[in-house]
């Protein structure tokens, strides 16, 4: 089974930045599709954004676009999440997935997923 493990989750002031971190094991990581989702308390399961294996093309949802940045390490089998501009709507569980045929935002076609890591941004 593939196993991810998220790291990076914290609190930190409106405007700071965070680093995200997501650790693959027991598949091939050059070959995923790698996505991050995020959960506020009492919402649903949202988008952030993904990196495919094709060519690394990025994807960003609108509420982060110009703030988020992806990006994937094969060698490393990670993916990280860099957070800046951090404001209080940002708060949630966020969430590391992979697939090797994913349909972009959608986490039905996801098939691993890590535990989460708690962000929490203060005003």
């Known amino acids: 089974q593939v196993q991810l493990v998220e790291s990076g989750g914290g609190l930190v002031q409106a405007g700071g930045s965070l680093r995200l971190s997501c650790a693959a094991s027991g598949g091939t990581f050059s070959t995923y599709t790698m996505a991050w989702f995020r959960q506020a308390a009492g919402k649903e399961r949202e988008f952030v954004s993904y990196?495919?294996?094709?060519?690394?093309?990025?994807y960003y949802a609108d509420s982060v676009k110009a703030r988020f940045t992806i990006s994937r390490d094969d060698a490393k089998s990670t993916v990280y999440l860099q957070m800046n501009s951090l404001k209080p709507e940002d708060t949630a569980v966020y969430y590391c997935a992979a697939a090797i045929y994913a349909l972009g935002s959608n986490p039905k076609t996801y098939a691993y997923w890590g535990q989460g890591t708690q962000v929490t941004v203060s005003s």
């Open positions: 990196v495919t294996w094709i060519r690394g093309s990025t």
